[in-house]
């Protein structure tokens, strides 16, 4: 396995290739966190943020077992630590995924292709991927490439190949850790965060080797920007890729 590691301020491009949703990606440990992250986001979305209309998605949150209804509350208002839906958009609104399915998508898909981003929260990713698909939404976004799907910890995660083990609450009826897919690489979140003791290198390291295709480990001060598939790291932290 190789390891390659970045540092204050490091960009690098690499792991190239969507493999079906050509939307662009914003994928965050903790969310909007520092300037870097605020000019890449600015930067895909074309205007500034005060032009731009968003919809918040807190669906992760409620199939994770250290979530209560609080954090989706807070997501949503904008008192959650992670910057994300405060950041001052035009407009913001909710968008519930286990909703959408009773609601027929003659009333919810304008709303989503009227977004100019989709701010997706943190919580349980294999939940997310689940309702994603269920509700169809993961289909629209194969037909919205100038939508920016910004995510935060599993909000971020979903759109990887998998998840591995050491992430799975959760459970889908298809068992499996696997998520959408939408880029190659895995993403082991919040690297070095002081609440979570275990999310170690060392430990990133392991969660590596059982995935054995390209991933990345990131801090809270870094995100992953995704265009025409290119990716490339955004931070003022520490990241490390590894490849098999």
Request: glycine fraction near 10%; hydrophobic fraction near 45%; proline fraction near 7%.
């Amino acid at each position: 396995m190789t390891v390659r590691s970045g540092s204050t301020a490091a960009k690098r491009r690499s792991c190239n290739g969507l493999t079906g949703i050509h939307m662009k990606l914003l994928l965050t440990s903790g969310g909007i966190a520092n300037p870097s992250i605020e000019h890449a986001l600015v930067d895909l979305l074309g205007k500034p943020i005060a032009e731009a209309n968003a919809l918040c998605i807190p669906t992760a949150s409620y199939g994770h077992p250290w979530c209560t209804p609080s954090n989706a509350y807070r997501f949503i208002t904008g008192q959650s630590p992670a910057r994300m839906c405060d950041l001052g958009w035009k407009s913001l609104g909710v968008l519930e995924l286990t909703a959408l399915p009773s609601l027929g998508k003659a009333r919810w898909e304008p709303w989503v292709r009227a977004a100019d981003a989709l701010l997706a929260d943190g919580g349980d990713a294999l939940y997310l991927a689940y309702w994603l698909r269920e509700s169809g939404l993961s289909a629209l976004l194969t037909k919205l490439p100038e939508l920016v799907w910004v995510g935060l910890s599993a909000g971020s995660m979903v759109m990887t190949p998998r998840i591995g083990p050491e992430f799975v609450g959760w459970k889908p009826p298809s068992g499996g850790d696997e998520t959408l897919g939408v880029v190659n690489f895995s993403i082991y979140p919040h690297l070095d965060n002081k609440d979570l003791p275990d999310n170690t290198l060392a430990n990133a390291k392991k969660w590596a080797a059982g995935l054995n295709a390209p991933a990345y480990a990131i801090d809270d001060q870094t995100a992953i920007k995704v265009v025409a598939g290119a990716a490339e790291v955004i931070s003022e932290g520490k990241w490390q890729l590894f490849t098999p």
